[in-house]
């Protein structure tokens, strides 16, 4: 089965604590993604990968980063300079590489992350 | 600054009405329009548009794109409870940068 999956599915920190966000596709897809989502605000672009060993700072970047050391693996890690952790954030692939644009984009169930 | 503008931002209506959903943006070097349905958790794909005036269709739900005047519709005709959703309008930019608009929740009454 192809898909894309994220774990936890429910994630509880601390303040303070940095913790990190597993997406892993099988689907042979060169882009991934990372939105956040509040109440209200629709998906919001954290960062994003074209390829292995290359990624883009999203339109919220600052207090998260990001590895793509594997093309089925882009782990989001929330640091404890993010000011408001606590969201919904989802996980998308979709086959857009450098010069092929498809962009329909396939979710993974998503990581609800509550930070007190 | 890349923006995605979605209205209404919330509607509702009975079932069998139907209803038009909007999408504007102003994004540099634009290169697709999508929509998802968003019920749960993930949303799921429904169209993806590249060519200005083509409408995409699949069953009763149908969208088009205006690249002269920056914007897109989708279409639910006769409406159905399952309908009741968040609708998702997406850009793809400069970059493959690909972003959102804050969605449209839409709620049929039987």
């Known amino acids: 089965d192809g898909g894309i999956t994220q774990s936890p599915k429910y994630l509880f920190r601390k303040e303070g604590q940095n913790v990190t966000l597993s997406c892993e596709q099988n689907l042979n897809h060169d882009a991934m993604y990372w939105y956040r989502q509040d109440p209200g605000q629709g998906l919001r672009l954290i960062y994003y990968s074209q390829i292995v060993n290359d990624f883009q700072k999203g339109d919220i970047a600052e207090g998260y980063s990001v590895s793509r050391e594997k093309k089925e693996s882009f782990p989001l890690t929330v640091t404890s300079a993010q000011k408001n952790p606590t969201a919904f954030y989802l996980c998308?692939?979709?086959?857009?590489?450098?010069?092929?644009?498809?962009?329909?984009?396939?979710f993974g169930p998503g990581t609800r992350l509550t930070v007190t | 600054e890349d923006k995605v503008v979605q209205s209404p931002l919330s509607l509702v209506v009975h079932e069998g009405d139907t209803v038009t959903l909007n999408c504007s943006y102003e994004?540099?070097?634009?290169?697709?329009l999508l929509w998802y349905k968003q019920e749960k958790k993930a949303p799921t794909f429904l169209f993806m548009l590249?060519?200005?005036?083509i409408e995409k269709k699949s069953g009763r739900l149908s969208s088009i794109l205006d690249k002269k005047e920056l914007f897109s519709i989708l279409n639910i005709t006769a409406t159905q409870t399952g309908d009741s959703a968040v609708y998702l309008c997406?850009?793809?930019?400069?970059?493959?940068?690909?972003?959102f608009g804050k969605g449209t929740r839409l709620h049929i009454l039987p």
């Open positions: 998308a692939s979709s086959t857009t590489g450098t010069g092929y644009f498809n962009y329909e984009q396939y």
């Open positions: 997406a850009v793809a930019g400069r970059d493959d940068k690909i972003i």
């Open positions: 590249t060519s200005s005036g």
């Open positions: 994004v540099t070097n634009f290169r697709s």
